[in-house]
Structure formats: C-alpha cells, structure tokens
C-alpha cells in the first residue's frame, strides 16, 4: 500500500489545437519538473505573462462547462483531459507552458494527451509519492445530484452513474479502479459530448465556439450525428468519469478512497473537495518510500490508440 516514487516525464512535448470554447489556438508544452514540483500551468503572453498557477482546487476560479483555474489573462480553461491523462497515468510533476487560454480540446478526449506522454515518456525520482487519503464520507447534493468521497482500504475507485432524459443516453453507470491500464483502455478515449439544440444559447455565451464532429459528439433529438458512431457503447459516462478523474486530481496527490456520483459535472467535482479539505478529520496526507537501494528507472509506457455538456441539476 502506497508504494512508489514520485514521476515526472523524460523529456518535454508539445501538442497545439483549438479550444473547444474559445475557439483560440494554443500550443502547450509539458516539461519535466523536480519531486515536488505537483503540476503547474505557466500562462505565457498577456498582461499575466509568466504566470504560475498550480493545479489546485483553492485555484479554482470557474466550473461552468468546464474547469478553470486562474483569473483573467494568467487562467487556463478546460484542463480536466489533460489532467485526467496526467493522473490517470500517474505523473506527479511537470510544468505546463501554455500561451492560449484554453488547453486544445484535440479529438474531445485524454488520448491526444496520453500519446503524448508516452511520446516523452516517465522517469521514477527520489522523493516517495504523497496521497490524500479519505478518512470519513464527505457528500454534497444539489437537486438530485450528489458527489461523495468515502473511505477505502487501497486504490482510487470510481462509481458514475448518469440520466439523461433521451434514449440517446439514458441512465448509464460505470465503475472503475483507476490505475493506468484500465484509465487506457476504459476512458482516455472516451470523448465530450452535447446537444445541437443548445448550441445558439451556448454561442451567445461565449461557449462551443470551436466545437464539431472532429471533437464533440453531437445528438440531435433521436440520433448521434457522429458518422463514426460511439468509441464505446456508455462513451457518455465514461467521458464523465474522465472529467472527473482530471478535476479531483486538484486535490494536489492522488485519492484513496471512493468517488461516487449522481448526474454530477465539474461544480460538484470541484465542490466534494472543497467539502473533503474543510473538514481535517476527514482526510490525512500519507506517503511511503520505496525499498532502500532502489535504482532510478525509466518508466515503460505502451500507448494505445460538442464539448458543452449539460451539468445536470
């Protein structure tokens, strides 16, 4: 239990795209990072030019749509794929150059980002991982949603259930215990998705203003507009659970525990952790260091080949 040294990657790597919302280009380069360092966003160009911010939950400045840390020209927007891909492939420190506002919303998916982790690599370093353990269940509701954490022995669990009021999606649940062969095969692909008939309003808001086909899929009352069909028959609430595992690793260290959820999206991720760290007795920060003499290794990867969701209330 609790095992392992901290990671970073053996070699910086750029991906450039699109913003799914702001439609602006960015390009982001993932570096290496000393043991220590957590994942953080440089925000170049702008008034904020430089900018650091941590992959935090206190940094948390906006959950509509998508998660935001940040404020004004020094935020990033939409980095929960990203960060899924980081967590899900278990990378604990690197540092994040990004000059565009958004992170590239690529194929709608964590897979452009996981090539690219493989593409550099992981190397092991010599401070031991920290986790954040749940102690006790924290829960927090709104309508008939819900997020909660509860307590478990080893491992990351999480059981999303969603229920959407067309037969396109229907009530769908998934469960997984997150390691990076199941995070590989089970969600990285899984992509965003969202309805034709909202897209106007969202386009008057400021939102989907790069969505298509090549990035979301799209329903349209009765059918999915996709030409290529679904990547998985439940690729709804596994893109669910992908946003999910990218906004709870803004606990800052990996999760033991159960993530439960009930038609829940990036504010009530977001919210079930400011709950979990408002209360000392529910959580603790533990870490163990792998056996003495252990040499540092390169880490074998083997790759595998509408953004506007409704949060439901």
């Known amino acids: 239990m609790f095992l392992g040294r901290q990671t970073t990657l053996a070699d910086r790597v750029t ?9 602006a280009p960015a390009s ?7 043991a220590n360092t957590g994942i953080v966003f440089q925000r170049l160009g702008g008034d904020s030019a430089d900018a650091m911010i941590e992959a ?89 949603a819900y997020s909660e954490l509860r307590p478990a022995r080893e491992g990351f669990k999480l059981e999303v259930e969603i229920d959407f009021p067309t037969p396109l999606i229907g009530r769908q649940k998934f469960e997984m215990i997150l390691e990076p062969g199941r995070f590989r095969r089970d969600i990285s692909r899984a992509r965003t998705f969202g309805f034709v008939s909202q897209v106007e309003e969202l386009w008057k808001r400021g939102f989907a203003l790069g969505s298509s086909l090549e990035n979301s899929v799209a329903l349209d009352h009765e059918r999915i507009l996709n030409p290529e069909g679904l990547r998985y028959d439940n690729e709804f609430v596994r893109h669910k659970m992908l946003d999910a595992v ?5 606990a800052g260290a990996p999760l033991v525990g159960v993530y439960a959820s009930y038609c829940a999206g990036h504010r009530m ?45």
């Open 28 to 34: 982001l380069t993932i570096n290496p990072a000393p």
């Open 15 to 23: 991906v450039k795209g699109r913003g799914v919302h702001s439609n």
């Open 56 to 144: 935090d939950w206190r940094n948390v400045s906006m959950t509509e749509l998508c998660t935001v840390i940040g404020a004004g020209d020094g935020s990033v927007a939409t980095i929960e794929h990203l960060l899924a891909a980081l967590a899900g492939l278990g990378v604990d420190n690197v540092i994040i150059e990004i000059d565009g506002p958004e992170t590239p919303i690529m194929d709608g998916s964590a897979h452009a980002f996981v090539e690219a982790i493989d593409q550099a690599g992981l190397i092991s370093q010599q401070a031991p991982r920290r986790y954040v353990r749940v102690l006790k269940t924290v829960r927090v509701e709104q309508g008939r």
């Open 246 to 250: 990218g906004d709870l690793s803004l």
């Open 269 to 313: 991720n977001h919210n079930v952790l400011k709950a979990l760290f408002a209360d000392p007795t529910a959580y603790e920060i533990v870490e163990r260091a792998p056996a003495r003499g252990a040499a540092r290794q390169a880490i074998s990867l083997v790759g595998s080949h509408a953004a506007f969701e409704p949060e439901l209330r």
